[in-house]
C-alpha cells in the first residue's frame, strides 16, 4: 500500500452549496478542506442557498430519489454526480410498543442507526459524505480519529471507493472495533493514550500531511452527513416533526446536525414548525456535557474518560456548548447514566424490540427511561430514540450479564429434563445450570 | 418466562396464497403447520394463483410497497394484514467494480444480506415470514434448530412481537452467535452434537411440543421468504434477470428458493424470461451437495461436518437434491473451498468492496474466484454473488490472519516512525511491529 501524500485541491465548480462560514463571527470561506475561522478559531459550517432550495426541492422529488442519505444530496455538500454510494441511510424507524408500555409511554419510536450500511453504525452516513467530498477535492489518501465506529466506517468506504486509508484509534478499543476495522486492509494505528489524546495528535499530522482527516481538516463537511438523521425521522413520520428526541451526546456534532436538518426541512417548507424537545445522552464516566447542563454553566470543563461506553467517551467535546445551547433553548434535558444502567439498557432494547445495540444505544435507552420514570417525556409525545451503533461490536460490555446457554445431550429426555428446569427457575438462573 | 404448549392451530380465512402441496407427489394440502407429506413423505411446498397473481401485481403497485420484503407480500404465504415488519429485505445490490477487475470479470454485483434487517443475515427473511405465519396460525412460542443465524433472527423477531422463544443450537458455535441469540432473551439450548443431530431432536420436540419450529413444522412458509433474494435482485437490476448467480449452500433451501422467485416473477410476466445459471458454494469440510455433483450422482450422502464456516456446516442437506437439479440444468456449477480460501475469500471482499462477511460468504467469494478463474464464469455475464451474513459474528475466522494495529505514542516522532516502517514494509508485516 502507498501513502500518497500533499494531494491536489481543486474546487469545485458546480457546488449546489454556497461555501463555508464560520459559526462564532461569520466571515465566510470558500469550500475547501478547512475548519477553523482564520479571524476567530471558531468552527465553519457548510452553507446553502435556502431560497433557491425552496425552490426546486419537493417532497415528491425526494421521494423519488434513491434509498439511501443522497436523496437528500441537495441538502449535502457535494458538488459533483460521482457519489459514493454504498447503501448508507434510509434505515428503520420502528414504531417501539413493547418498549413504551415498560417505560410507561405511549408514542416512541427507535431509529435504529445499529443496522446502518455498511458499518452498522451512524458514522456510515458521514464517511459516505466527507469521502464524496474527499474525493472531489482531490484527495487520495483518507484518515481519521476514531472512537471506534468511524474506523470501521472511513476504513470500509475508503475500501470501497478505492482510497488510501489510516486512521487513529484508542488503544484500549473493544475487540470488534479493532478487527471491524483490519479487515478492511487500512493502515491501523493505535494510540496509547484516550481519544482526545488520539486527536490532537491527528490535528497535528492533518496539518503536515496532506491527507482528507475526515473528522478534522473535512469536518465541514463530514458532520453534515449527520442532517439525514433528522430528514428520515421527518420523511418516515410521515412529513411531520417529532414531539421529543433523545440521541447520545459524544461530541455533541451528531446532536446539533439533527437539529439543524429539522431547522432546514421548516426553512424550505418541507414540514410544518413545530417545537422539537432535544434531549442528550452521556455515560457517567464521560459526562463533561450532562455535567455542565446540571451546573448550569454554559461552558464544558473537559474530563478523563473512565467507562465501557467507548464509542461517545469524548472528554473535551467539540460542539458541547453547541449541544448544550440546543438542549435549553428546547426545553429538553442532558441527563447521564451509570455502566450498569448502560448494560441494563441494551438489554432492555434487546429484549423488548428486538434491536441489539452497543453501549452507545444502551446510554441512549437508559436516559431514556430514566427520563420517562422522571416524568420527564410526556407520555403522549411522539418520542426518537436515535440507537447509532450495532451490539456486535461491543461484545465485551454484555458479556456475563445475559447468562449462559442451557447444556443438553442430542436425546429428548435431556431436553425435557432441561425444560422442567427453565419453566421452575427465573431465565438468568437456569441458564447457568448445566442439564 | 413461561413457554406455551399445544396452542389453537386456526385456519386462515383470507389467504393469498392457495395452500400446500408435496414436492414430490403432488398431493394437496391445508395450510397448516404440516411440512411432510403423509403419502410419500416429500416435503410440502407453498402454492400461489398465479393467474390471479399476474391480474393484480405490477412492477408499479410493488415499487409502491414499503421498503422491505412485504413489498412482494402477494407472494408470501401470509393472509392477515398483521405482518411483523422490521425493516427485512430490500439490502443493496452494490455493483463490485473492484473485486470484478481483481477476478477478471466485468459485471458483477454483490447482494448485501450482512447488512440485513435486524440481525444481519438472509435468515430475517425467512423469520419475518415464519413468524408472521406462525401468528396467524396461533402459537405462542415459536423455535429452531439453527447454526447461529437462524437463532439470532428468531431470537430478536419474536422479541419484536412478543413471542416466547426457543432455540436450539450446536453447542460449538462462534462467541458472537451465542451472545447474539441470548442477549434477546430466549431459552437457549446448545445441544452436544453437529447441526444434523440438533435437527433430528427439533423435529421430536415438534412432535410432542406444540410449538412452531420455523425449521420444522413451518418450514413451507418460512422457506419462501428466500424468494425475495430473488425478486430484489430482479427489481434493483431494473426490472431483469442476472446471467449467473452465485449463492452457499447449506440445506440447499436458498438456493432452490432464488430459482422459484426468478421463476414466478417470469411466469406471472414481472421479468422476461432468460437463461440464469445457477451456481452453489460449499466449503471443503461439508460438502455433500458438491461431492455429489462433481461424483455426477442424484442423490446425496451425507457427512459429518468439520468447517470454519459453520453457518453452512449442514452435513444432511434437506433440499440438497433439488439444489443439485438446478446448478445441473441451469449449466451452472457446484464447487467447494478449504477454510483458507473462505477467510481469504472474506479478506478479499472487504478490501475491495468493504463488505466484511461472516465465514458462508468469504466461502462464496472464494467459489466466485474460483469459478473465475477456471473460465467457468463468462467476464460479460451479469453475475450476483450473495452474501448472507455478517463478519462481525464470526470473528474467530478472522482472527490471526488481519494483522495487529501499529501501536504507538500520542505523539508526532511516533507517528513518523511507525509511518516510514509502514511505508517500506508490506501491510501484513508492519502491522506486527510495534513502533
Given at each position: 500500500m502507498t501513502l500518497a501524500t500533499h494531494p491536489t485541491q481543486t474546487r469545485s465548480t458546480a457546488a449546489a452549496f454556497s461555501g463555508l462560514k464560520c459559526k462564532e463571527c461569520g466571515a465566510e470561506y470558500e469550500a475547501k478542506a478547512i475548519h477553523v475561522c482564520e479571524l476567530c478559531f471558531g468552527p465553519l459550517e457548510v452553507t446553502y442557498d435556502y431560497a433557491h432550495l425552496s425552490k426546486v426541492v419537493t417532497r415528491q422529488t425526494i421521494e423519488a430519489g434513491p434509498k439511501s442519505i443522497w436523496r437528500y444530496r441537495s441538502f449535502l455538500p457535494v458538488a459533483t454526480d460521482n457519489l459514493i454510494d454504498v447503501g448508507t441511510g434510509f434505515t428503520p424507524l420502528l414504531k417501539a410498543n413493547r418498549l413504551a408500555r415498560r417505560l410507561g409511554i405511549k408514542n416512541l419510536y427507535i431509529k435504529n442507526d445499529a443496522v446502518n450500511m455498511p458499518t452498522l453504525s451512524f458514522k456510515d452516513r458521514v464517511v459516505s459524505v466527507a469521502l464524496t467530498r474527499a474525493r472531489e477535492l482531490g484527495f487520495t489518501t483518507v484518515s481519521c480519529a476514531s472512537t471506534g465506529n468511524l474506523a470501521n466506517?472511513?476504513?470500509?468506504i475508503a475500501a470501497h471507493a478505492g482510497l488510501d486509508c489510516c486512521v487513529f484509534i484508542p488503544s484500549d478499543l473493544e475487540a470488534g472495533k479493532v478487527l471491524?476495522?483490519?479487515?478492511?486492509?487500512?493502515?491501523?494505528?493505535?494510540?496509547?493514550?484516550?481519544?482526545?489524546?488520539?486527536?490532537?495528535?491527528c490535528s497535528e499530522v492533518a496539518n503536515?500531511?496532506?491527507?482528507?482527516?475526515?473528522?478534522?481538516?473535512?469536518?465541514?463537511?463530514?458532520?453534515?452527513?449527520?442532517k439525514t438523521l433528522g430528514y428520515e425521522v421527518i420523511e418516515q413520520l410521515g412529513w411531520q416533526l417529532p414531539?421529543?428526541?433523545?440521541?447520545?451526546?459524544?461530541?455533541?456534532?451528531l446532536?446539533?446536525?439533527?437539529?439543524?436538518?429539522?431547522q432546514e426541512f421548516t426553512k424550505v417548507g418541507l414540514v410544518e414548525e413545530k417545537a422539537v424537545r432535544f434531549s442528550g445522552a452521556q455515560a457517567d464516566g464521560c459526562s463533561p456535557i450532562a455535567q455542565a447542563y446540571r451546573e448550569d454553566r454554559d461552558f464544558i470543563t473537559?474530563?478523563?474518560?473512565?467507562?465501557?461506553?467507548?464509542?461517545?467517551?469524548?472528554?473535551?467535546?467539540?460542539?458541547?456548548?453547541?449541544?448544550?445551547?440546543?438542549?435549553?433553548?428546547?426545553?429538553?434535558?442532558?441527563?447521564?447514566?451509570?455502566?450498569?444502567?448502560?448494560v441494563e439498557g441494551i438489554k432492555l432494547l434487546a429484549e423488548t424490540e428486538g434491536i441489539f445495540t452497543e453501549t452507545a444505544g444502551g446510554t441512549t435507552i437508559a436516559v431514556l427511561k430514566k427520563l420517562a420514570e422522571a416524568g420527564k417525556i410526556n407520555p403522549d409525545e411522539t418520542t426518537v430514540a436515535y440507537i447509532t451503533g450495532n451490539g456486535l461490536k461491543t461484545q465485551e460490555a454484555v458479556q456475563g450479564y445475559i447468562g449462559e446457554p442451557l447444556t443438553i445431550e442430542p436425546k429428548l429426555?435431556?431436553?425435557?429434563?432441561?425444560?422442567?428446569?427453565?419453566?421452575?427457575?427465573?431465565?438468568?438462573?437456569?441458564?447457568?445450570?448445566?442439564?
Open positions: 466506517s472511513t476504513a470500509a471491524g476495522t483490519l479487515i478492511y486492509g487500512p493502515t491501523v494505528m493505535a494510540v496509547h493514550g484516550n481519544y482526545d489524546q488520539v486527536n490532537r495528535l503536515t500531511h496532506g491527507w482528507g482527516f475526515v473528522n478534522i481538516n473535512l469536518r465541514p463537511y463530514y458532520s453534515e452527513g449527520s414531539d421529543h428526541i433523545v440521541a447520545p451526546l459524544a461530541s455533541g456534532s446532536f446539533t446536525k439533527i437539529y439543524k436538518g429539522f473537559p474530563v478523563k474518560p473512565n467507562t465501557i461506553a467507548k464509542s461517545i467517551a469524548i472528554g473535551n467535546p467539540a460542539d458541547g456548548v453547541y449541544a448544550l445551547d440546543i438542549a435549553r433553548k428546547t426545553n429538553g434535558n442532558i441527563e447521564s447514566v451509570s455502566d450498569p444502567e448502560v429426555e435431556s431436553f425435557e429434563r432441561a425444560l422442567e428446569r427453565a419453566q421452575t427457575l427465573g431465565r438468568l438462573e437456569w441458564q447457568q445450570v448445566t442439564v
